[in-house]
């Protein structure tokens, strides 16, 4: 199946960095899902975008969509140890529950 | 807290055996839900859509047969796997859509996923 251009694919970095990551399509989607999932659990839902140009916050988290509803990106400001793992984008079109996932970026803090 | 649980967490098979895996929505009703599967260090791939009341809708290259989908209820969905084997060793994980005051999809919740390991 499809799946969404995630970027950077791995990130090394370290604690109190701030972290940049984008994920774009060759489609348009309505809404727009960030996930991280830790390893051997599901995927926990961090932030939604609902409208193109949209700018949320959660925590240290800030995500936007993009205005031409192709790409979106996720920061995370002053990174900590509980923050590594994998971060997934999805798509979702309007009226059809599916889901589109990213490739994924896997975030490693180096100590 | 967690709004979609699946049961087990985890399971080990021998080969030709059948498995079944719960996913349960918990504090919302889900007349949909969802099918993944995540190959180590891959991402999600959606395997089927479960639907309430009628039959799932496979995504190409799903066997249908050998994936078999119940969603007994609006708050349960299961998938069995049929006659599995090694390369059926999997983390297997759900999601349900959760509606909003609009009527329309609020947002997708996940459980925790089941590793299956088919000896």
């Known amino acids: 199946g499809q799946q969404l251009n995630q970027s950077p694919q791995s990130m090394f970095i370290q604690e109190g960095e701030d972290v940049s990551m984008n994920c774009t399509s060759s489609?348009?989607?309505?809404?727009w899902l960030w996930y991280k999932q830790d390893p051997g659990e599901g995927p926990v839902l961090l932030i939604a975008l609902y409208k193109a140009g949209e700018l949320t916050s959660n925590g240290r988290l800030t995500a936007q969509f993009g205005i031409t509803r192709k790409d979106s990106f996720l920061n995370i400001s002053a990174s900590i140890p509980s923050d590594v793992g994998i971060y997934f984008c999805a798509g979702q079109v309007f009226g059809n529950e599916k889901l589109t996932f990213g490739t994924g970026t896997r975030l490693t803090i180096i100590p | 807290g967690a709004v979609v649980s699946q049961h087990p967490s985890r399971v080990i098979c021998k080969s030709g055996t059948s498995v079944k895996i719960e996913c349960r929505s918990l504090?919302?009703?889900?007349?949909?839900m969802f099918w993944y599967r995540q190959f180590p260090k891959q991402s999600l791939m959606l395997m089927a859509t479960?639907?309430?009341?009628?039959?799932?809708?496979?995504e190409q290259g799903v066997e249908k047969d050998k994936f078999l989908i119940n969603h007994a209820s609006l708050t349960l969905s299961t998938l069995t796997v049929t006659s599995a084997h090694p390369e059926d060793s999997s983390f297997y994980i759900c999601?349900?859509?959760?509606?909003?005051?609009?009527?329309?999809?609020?947002?997708?919740?996940f459980g925790p996923g089941t590793r299956l390991t088919v000896l």
């Open positions: 504090d919302f009703q889900a007349t949909t």
């Open positions: 479960s639907n309430e009341g009628s039959k799932a809708t496979y």
């Open positions: 999601s349900a859509p959760r509606l909003g005051a609009s009527g329309f999809t609020d947002t997708q919740y």
């Open positions: 489609s348009i989607f309505n809404t």
